[in-house]
Structures are given as structure tokens and as C-alpha cells.
């Protein structure tokens, strides 16, 4: 279990690479109309805590297996032995990297539930597109081009 978990957590390393890669090479599609300042800002917060704490979240988990004074190899699905970070083995320093590992994971599940929470609010509380534009990366493409023209800024002022 304890490779399978590992295993997976490569995964999401590897994806959280490449998510924060995306994120930084992309041009942000317009805020949703209706969005208040506020909630935009909360809204781009999350949004880098969620890839900065998946990055460390399954870094962290690799400090753990690296600085084990079992030293375990960790079987990237029985395929590839992924090295273990350059950290000092002992076990005071597994234990730092267990309890960082286990905060964090608990906070990225805290703040995962509350972004759900947020599109579920939006979707059947506010009936605004938000969720819909979450769930179509097309359509929010769509939407940003739509949303950056002059007739669509006064559209959005009058709505506030
Ligand atoms: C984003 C990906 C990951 C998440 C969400 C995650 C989450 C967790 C959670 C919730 C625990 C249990 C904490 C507790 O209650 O004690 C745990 C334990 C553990 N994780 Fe991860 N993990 C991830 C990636 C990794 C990776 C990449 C590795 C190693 C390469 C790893 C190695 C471990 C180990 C060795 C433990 C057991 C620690 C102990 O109690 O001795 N994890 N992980």
C-alpha cells in the first residue's frame, strides 16, 4: 500500500508540474461577470494555494520516504526506482517531513472541499456559470474573448 501510495503521489507530482507550468504560461480568461472584487481575489488565492500545496504536499511526501532510516527504495509501480532526495536519514528528520506531510495533506483536503463547496454555491445558490465554465475549459476561452470587449465592461458595470 505504502508503494501504491507513493506511486500515485509521483503522479500528481508530475501533474502538478506540469499544471503550475500551464498556469504560468496562460492568460488568464476574464473573471465570470457578477464576480465581486473580493471574490475574485479569494478566488485567485485558492487557486495558488491548490497547485503550490499539491507541489509540496507530494514533495514533502518524498522527503519522508528519502530521509526514512528504513530506506525503502520507492517502486514507481513496480516499473522505475525513483532516488531518493539528497536528505540526511534520520529520524528526526522523518518525523518533521511525516507531520509536514500530514498538514499540508489535510489542508490541500480542507481547501478542495471548500473550492467544491464554493462551485456548488455558485451553481445552485447563485445560478451564475461559474461551475459550468470550471467544467468547459472551451467555454471559458469563449467566454474571455466575449468578456474582454468594451460592450461586455459595460455590461459588467451595470450588473454591479
Ligand atoms: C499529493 C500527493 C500526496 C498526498 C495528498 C498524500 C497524502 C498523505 C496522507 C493524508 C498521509 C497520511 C498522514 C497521516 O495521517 O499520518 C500520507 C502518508 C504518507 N505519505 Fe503521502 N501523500 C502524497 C504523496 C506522497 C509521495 C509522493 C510520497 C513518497 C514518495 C508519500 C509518502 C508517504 C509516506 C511514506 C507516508 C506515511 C508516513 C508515516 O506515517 O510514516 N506521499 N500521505
Not at 495558488?48 to 528519502?66: E, Q
Not at 530521509?67 to 518533521?96: C, D, G, K, M, W
Not at 445552485?124 to 468547459?136: A, G, I, Q, S, T
Request: avoid cysteine; proline fraction near 6%.
Amino acid at each position: 500500500l505504502y508503494q501504491w501510495h507513493k506511486s500515485f503521489g509521483f503522479t500528481v507530482l508530475g501533474l502538478a508540474v506540469l499544471r503550475a507550468v500551464w498556469w504560468s504560461i496562460e492568460r488568464n480568461p476574464a473573471p465570470p461577470p457578477g464576480l465581486g472584487p473580493l471574490e475574485h481575489t479569494a478566488a485567485q488565492i485558492m487557486h495558488r494555494a491548490l497547485i503550490v500545496l499539491a507541489l509540496i504536499v507530494a514533495l514533502a511526501g518524498w522527503a519522508v520516504a528519502s530521509t526514512s532510516t528504513l530506506n525503502i527504495p520507492s517502486f514507481y509501480f513496480n516499473l522505475i526506482v525513483i532516488p531518493h532526495l539528497p536528505l540526511r536519514q534520520s529520524e528526526a528528520s522523518e518525523a518533521f517531513w511525516t507531520f509536514a506531510h500530514a498538514l499540508l495533506a489535510y489542508l490541500m483536503l480542507g481547501l478542495v472541499a471548500g473550492h467544491a463547496a464554493a462551485a456548488f454555491y455558485h451553481h445552485f445558490l447563485r445560478r451564475d456559470e461559474v461551475l459550468v465554465r470550471m467544467l468547459r475549459p472551451g467555454a471559458r476561452r469563449r467566454d474571455a474573448k466575449t468578456f474582454n470587449t468594451q460592450e461586455n465592461d459595460d455590461t459588467l458595470v451595470e450588473r454591479k
